[in-house]
């Protein structure tokens, strides 16, 4: 009887366990996960989106910048040296996209490569008429090391420049583009991801 008992037991503790689990794989599905926090007007996130790995990089202006302290804004992070020729076609466009979208939730964020100093970088976004959040090196090779954790989190080493990712207000990689693109492309996958 005793062991009827425990067999019994044991039975409804493992249906129960094995219940709680299915509950549990069910609950943390990412395509739920990702539904319920964008609701169910919004595009739900590609299932190739990747976490964008935080970091800290000092603004041309002095100030620290903290990828993870910008959660809730849209972000495109464009990897960009001022010497690039292809990168210096693309600001107009970053300019355009940065007065009418910022009010909805846009933040350009460049990340300067082998661009000289602060004071350097400076001149050439006062000359090109830049406005959006500019970014260095706190003491050395800062942005060489953010290069290089985004390419292993994107799976490809970014080699080519200008690079831009569009990173959700989740904190998530959700395009990538390499090379220069324009004002409308970037819009267009944009778009979805704005308040407005």
């Known amino acids: 009887m005793i062991k009827m008992r425990i067999v019994l037991l044991m039975t409804i503790l493992i249906a129960l366990g094995c219940g709680q689990k ?16 964008v609701g169910g007007n919004k595009e739900k996130r590609p ?19 903290k990828l993870s302290e910008n959660r809730g804004k849209v972000i495109m992070l464009n990897f960009w040296g001022t010497w690039c020729g292809p990168c210096r076609r693309e600001i107009p466009d970053f300019n355009k996209l940065h007065a009418k979208y910022q009010k909805d939730g846009l933040e350009i964020v460049g990340v300067t490569l082998t661009s000289g100093s602060p004071e350097n970088i400076l001149d050439f976004m006062k000359d090109w008429d830049m406005e959006y959040t500019v970014l260095t090196d706190i003491d050395n090779n800062e942005t060489q090391e953010v290069t290089s954790i985004y390419g292993r989190a994107i799976g490809k080493p970014i080699t080519g420049i200008p690079t831009t990712l569009i990173i959700d207000q989740f904190g998530y990689i959700v395009k990538g583009y390499i090379g220069p693109r324009t004002e409308e492309i970037f819009f267009k996958d944009l778009e979805p991801l704005l308040s407005s």
Do not use: C, H, W
């Not at 794989?25 to 319920?36: D, L, M, Q």
């Not at 299932?47 to 910048?65: C, E, N």
């Open 22 to 37: 299915e509950k549990m794989k069910e609950a943390t599905r990412p395509s739920e996960i990702v539904n319920k926090m």
């Open 47 to 65: 299932d190739y989106a990747i976490k964008a790995p935080d970091f800290t990089l000092r603004t041309v202006q002095g100030d620290l910048f």
